[in-house]
């Protein structure tokens, strides 16, 4: 599938693969696409960062190669590696056949070849002329020393192997960089992106995203989950839900044959939305009661 033309049609691109996306972040995809630049997507976990990759894939037909990062990811597990013990092989049986030229030698088993792709590489060198979408997901994980190689290949879509050279891509991959925020960034980096943040959406948009991702729950609990969810994000919690503890509470609920809230199932299923025991425990009981009476409240009014 083409580019998209305008913002509409880059919505129009996102809702086909069931990604309901505000205007803003459209915006900043359809520049990213159209500009070739890569987009930096921070905001918190769970709002939907990495999914903004999977589906501009899927939508565009291209493949999406992930570069999962972490702390002490290396250029050998990013870009590239030589295959040691093929080059080993090879050495031996040149010597076995009396070839004794080092320089003949290193130059055959430094090419090619001999070369493992990792992700960055592999993003780089596109298969039929369809350029890749390349997602480095979760960047703030990864050390600063890996942030400064990437420079290279944000800005000029190409890496340096010094026993072979620069490999430059023929065409751009699309390049998605996600981070959850826990360091910043270095500004040389961003200065290399479009940035967006994604903010967790208004009651209004993920009541649409639970239309498509979890049409099961029905309009009624689908209401009562949202608005029990947007008054769970104004607690003081450690890590309040995100749109994917959203869909996956409600799909919980829908397996276990529910179709109205009540405290006890809240209290049942709250490890479906929140991540820490000392959150499940300040809402659990009275709090959750409480909240819930809200929602009710605001849906009889």
């Not at 940035?195 to 979890?214: C, N, T």
Request: glycine share 4%; charged share 30%.
């Amino acid at each position: 599938m083409k580019i998209p033309a305008d913002i509409p049609s880059t919505v129009e691109l996102l809702s086909t693969s069931s990604y309901i996306a505000e205007r803003s972040l459209a915006t900043s995809v359809f520049l990213s696409l159209n500009l070739k630049r890569p987009l930096l997507l921070e905001g918190e976990a769970g709002v939907g960062k990495t999914e903004v990759a999977k589906v501009l894939a899927d939508a565009m037909n291209r493949p999406l190669i992930r570069l999962q990062c972490y702390e002490g990811l290396d250029v050998s597990s990013a870009v590239y590696e030589w295959d040691y013990s093929r080059q080993m092989i090879e050495i031996r049986l040149a010597e076995a056949q009396g070839v004794h030229d080092r320089d003949e030698i290193a130059r055959d088993i430094f090419s090619e070849k001999f070369l493992i792709e990792r992700p960055l590489l592999q993003a780089l060198n596109s298969r039929d002329g369809i350029a890749p979408v390349l997602l480095i997901d979760e960047i703030d994980r990864a050390d600063e020393p890996f942030e400064a190689y990437l420079l290279e290949l944000l800005s000029e879509f190409q890496v340096t192997i010094p026993e072979i050279g620069t490999v430059k891509a023929d065409e751009p991959p699309v390049v998605i960089i996600t981070s959850n925020r826990t360091r910043e960034i270095h500004d040389a980096l961003k200065r290399r992106c479009f940035y967006h943040w994604v903010d967790y959406p208004d009651s209004e948009r993920e009541l649409a995203i639970l239309a498509v991702k979890a049409p099961q729950a029905g309009s009624e609990l689908a209401h009562q989950i949202v608005g029990f969810v947007q008054k769970l994000r104004d607690e003081d919690l450690y890590k309040v839900p995100g749109v994917a503890e959203t869909i996956d509470w409600a799909h919980a609920l829908v397996q276990i044959d529910v179709i109205d809230l009540k405290p006890a199932v809240v209290d049942d299923t709250l490890g479906v939305l929140l991540k820490y025991q000392e959150d499940v425990e300040k809402i659990r009981g009275h709090q959750a009661t409480r909240l819930l009476e809200t929602v009710h409240f605001a849906a009889g009014a």
